[in-house]
């Protein structure tokens, strides 16, 4: 199963990614987590990634497309992959084209979350991450059981710099300009399922479900 999880900044891609590849036992491929752990790290890609993230910005493509398609070769995406938040543009979408094609492979299905602008910015802006694994909560609607520490690690839960205001403006702005055109590329290609992603976690997680198994286009 090759998929694509497409939506708005504070879609949930990254929460449902992570329960769609624990179900079919495939890699979770997400190049903010990648950039996250490089700037973290303080790799070379992490210093060149960082004034991009800090911005709300996209990193530029040749760096992305580089990055997804190392990834895409290794062993353990040979029964699948789901990538989360790439492709981004236009470009990205067609090089992932020629790579798939190239290694004789084909995406199944585009899973499109779809949110509000209104929700969006709410859920931006309860959002808290566990520094430690990355684990996502959110202050009102997926509250950890003690403030500030996550459930399965203890890890200390913070705000990502590109959740503040200002910069959630300019995300969901390059999201329209630069990542909504894939709707219609994928659309056009067959391979685009929408789902309304406003619902609770489980509501949209059973959605997801009902469209990969062939249930209608529609959560
Ligand atoms: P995300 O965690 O998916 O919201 O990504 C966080 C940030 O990483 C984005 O705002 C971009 O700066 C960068 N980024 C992630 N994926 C891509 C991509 N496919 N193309 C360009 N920039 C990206």
Redesign the pocket.
């Known amino acids: 199963m090759n998929l694509i999880l497409l939506g708005p900044?504070g879609a949930g891609?990254?929460t449902q990614a992570k329960l769609i590849a624990a179900r079919h036992g495939i890699p979770h491929i997400?190049?903010?987590?990648i950039?996250?752990a490089a700037i973290a790290e303080g790799t070379p890609l992490g210093r060149q990634?960082k004034e991009?993230?800090d911005r709300?910005?996209?990193?530029?493509?040749e760096i992305?497309i580089g990055i997804?398609t190392e990834r895409l070769g290794a062993a353990d995406c040979r029964p699948g992959f789901l990538l989360?938040?790439?492709?981004?543009?236009i470009p990205?979408a067609e090089a992932l084209d020629r790579y798939l094609a190239a290694t004789g492979r084909a995406l199944t299905a585009v899973l499109a979350l779809e949110v509000g602008e209104e929700v969006l910015i709410r859920r931006l802006g309860g959002r808290r991450v566990c520094r430690t694994c990355g684990a996502p909560y959110h202050i009102e609607t997926n509250p950890p059981r003690e403030e500030g520490r996550c459930d399965r690690c203890g890890g200390e839960l913070y705000q990502r710099e590109?959740d503040r205001p200002a910069t959630v403006r300019e995300?969901l702005r390059?999201y329209e300009a630069q990542t909504r055109p894939l709707l219609a590329y994928y659309e056009e290609r067959g391979l685009l399922k929408r789902i309304r992603a406003e619902g609770g976690i489980e509501e949209v997680d059973a959605a997801i479900q009902r469209v990969l198994a062939g249930g209608g286009r529609r959560g």
């Open positions: 900044p891609k990254g997400s190049t903010g987590d950039f996250r990634a991009f993230l709300g910005a996209l990193v530029p493509d992305v997804v989360d938040g790439f492709p981004r543009t990205q590109d995300r390059v």
